[in-house]
């Protein structure tokens, strides 16, 4: 099966960064769209920011001109390069990924289990 392993989570100070990874795994024909999402405590699940296969980028509004959505199709990997870091910014990161196992599949969408990012002020 399709496993998303996050890494690159942490502790940080406000106005510092960090890089988050999300590497695929499995047995799969393609990857198409891979994507961000953040949940603060108490909070929904919410979208960051996603990108297609073709490198295209969309992102949320507070993370416009903060964060970096980025992938590497040959590694299965998705980054999310995060700047000037605010404690609202604090929550599980969770990546996501739609996976065609075969080349006329509609896809599948497949969760990691999340990477713990903590901002102090």
């Known amino acids: 099966q399709v496993q998303l392993v996050e890494s690159g989570g942490g502790f940080v100070q406000a106005g510092r960064s960090l890089r988050l990874s999300c590497a695929a795994s499995?047995?799969?024909?393609?990857?198409?769209?891979m994507a961000w999402y953040r949940q603060a405590p108490g909070m929904q699940r919410e979208l960051v920011a996603r990108?297609?296969?073709?490198?295209?980028?969309e992102y949320v509004d507070h993370a416009h001109g903060r964060f970096i959505i980025t992938r590497d199709n040959a590694k299965n990997t998705v980054y999310l390069q995060m700047n000037l870091l605010q404690p609202e910014d604090t929550g599980v990161y969770y990546c996501s990924a739609t996976v065609l196992q075969y080349y006329w599949d509609a896809g599948t969408m497949y969760w990691g289990r999340g990477a713990q990012v903590t901002v102090s002020s």
């Open positions: 499995g047995s799969f024909h393609a990857i198409g769209a």
């Open positions: 990108i297609e296969r073709d490198g295209s980028p």
